[in-house]
């Protein structure tokens, strides 16, 4: 059995930061690349940022600059820094991790609950 779990959402001011962590526990062989997702009301899930068991990354183009993605390999967490916060960035945000729980198994795709991010104008 293989769990996400979110924390750091909240309510924050046009301009403020918030940080988002999510921790992968379980039956864990190896992780392949770490992302967060994020849906607002009304609209379709979109990509944030992703970021490869290398540490390679990629963005939304409406993020870039304001929003970094890390990960600790040794915790399966990553993080989500998110600085300059504007009202549109208001969504659920979802963590998402190709998983292998087995050496011989192929990677498979979890997701956490979803943490509420709420940029208040």
């Known amino acids: 059995q293989v769990q996400l779990v979110e924390s750091g959402g909240g309510l924050v001011q046009t301009g403020g930061s918030l940080r988002l962590s999510c921790a992968a526990s379980g039956s864990i062989f190896s992780i392949n690349a770490m992302g967060w997702y994020r849906q607002a009301p009304g609209k379709q899930r979109e990509l944030v940022a992703v970021?490869?068991?290398?540490?390679?990354?990629n963005y939304a183009d409406s993020v870039k600059g304001r929003f970094t993605i890390s990960r600790d390999n040794a915790k399966n967490t990553v993080y989500l820094q998110m600085n300059s916060l504007k009202p549109e960035d208001t969504a659920v945000y979802y963590c998402?991790?190709?998983?292998?729980?087995?050496?011989?198994?192929?990677?498979?795709?979890?997701w956490g609950q979803g943490t509420q991010v709420t940029v208040s104008s």
């Open positions: 998402n991790a190709a998983i292998r729980v087995k050496w011989n198994a192929g990677a498979r795709d979890y």
């Open positions: 970021i490869s068991s290398v540490t390679s990354t």
